[in-house]
């Protein structure tokens, strides 16, 4: 599996993802998983259920398959 660079509209600092939550949970839907970040650094992902399903049973998240076909 291929590392995912992490475009800009993918990522949110800590502070826009306590104000803008739906929104974010919303993209992580239709676009894939939100990075979040603390102090400028990685700290958490925000990902759909059915993504979180997919990679707990090693499987391939639906955004990737959608890249890749």
Do not use: C
């Not at 509209?9 to 990075?35: C, F, H």
């Amino acid at each position: 599996m291929a590392k995912r660079p992490y475009r800009a509209s993918n990522v949110w600092t800590m502070t826009e993802a306590r104000a803008k939550l739906s929104e974010i949970i919303d993209r992580a839907i239709q676009y894939g998983p939100q990075l979040v970040t603390k102090h400028g650094k990685p700290a958490a992902f925000i990902v759909s259920i059915e993504d979180w399903r997919r990679r707990q049973a090693g499987l391939p998240l639906v955004h990737e398959e959608q890249e890749a076909g």
